[in-house]
């Protein structure tokens, strides 16, 4: 069975200081990893996902198949950052995800 | 292009009644995914939709069911509504065959049964 976990509910971080959202997952196959964002009042969007290996606003992931983890990180926040975060697994982009429960980040001024 | 668009954005209904939520995808898509949000927690996959047929289907009830229109368009359909069926429902649309192709989500309707 597919299972995304995310263990922090909130994460308060000050502005400036490094961010890392967890996210570990279990899945027989082949996964691939997404990270969503949800920005006050706006539409759950993705932020990016490992295939591309981007960095997206500063944040990057990197998929650890030994450790089953695709943390999210940032060297510097910033408060536009502030938002809820999930973790999501597939097989393709377009097909069925699971999500985890979410992270809510607060970047503290 | 308004992306993926959802109605209506909120609704109370009762216990025991049904109702039906519409979706339709981002230009050009052809597929499209139905979610429930519950509070606190994160999407889950409810069924998804191709050619007018369901593809895949995750773990609900047959309570939950769906249609897809030439269009692309979609509805879900809930019927004989409980309490723990107040959620948030999500729509994306994709296209089935571009597999590097992401989801775009809807803004969601807000669903509360009473």
């Known amino acids: 069975a597919q299972r995304v976990t995310q263990p922090e509910k909130l994460l308060s971080v000050f502005k400036g200081a490094p961010v890392e959202l967890k996210c570990n997952y279990s899945?027989?196959?082949?996964?691939?990893l997404f990270w969503y964002v949800q920005y006050s009042r706006q539409r759950l969007q993705l932020l990016l996902r490992h295939i591309s290996r981007e960095s997206i606003k500063g944040f990057t992931a990197d998929l650890n198949k030994g450790e089953t983890s695709f943390h999210l990180k940032k060297p510097f926040a910033q408060e536009e950052d502030s938002a809820m975060y999930y973790c999501a697994l597939g097989n393709f982009g377009n097909e069925k995800l699971t999500f985890g429960t979410g992270t809510r980040l607060t970047i503290i001024p | 292009d308004a992306g993926v668009t959802q109605s209506p954005t909120h609704l109370i209904k009762t216990r025991g009644q049904q109702v039906t939520l519409r979706c339709s995808p981002k230009s050009g898509h052809d597929t499209v995914s139905w979610y429930q949000q519950a509070l606190g927690q994160g999407p889950q996959f409810i069924f998804q939709?191709?050619?007018?047929?369901?593809?895949q289907r995750g773990n609900f009830p047959d309570r939950f069911s769906g249609h897809q229109f030439p269009n692309y368009s979609s509805e879900l359909n809930v019927n004989a509504l409980l309490l723990g069926d107040s959620a948030l429902y999500l729509c994306?649309?994709?296209?089935?065959?571009?597999?590097?192709?992401?989801?775009?989500f809807g803004p969601g309707t807000r669903l509360l049964v009473l």
């Open positions: 994306a649309s994709s296209l089935a065959r571009d597999r590097r192709e992401t989801q775009y």
């Open positions: 899945y027989s196959g082949s996964p691939e």
């Open positions: 939709y191709y050619e007018e047929e369901e593809r």
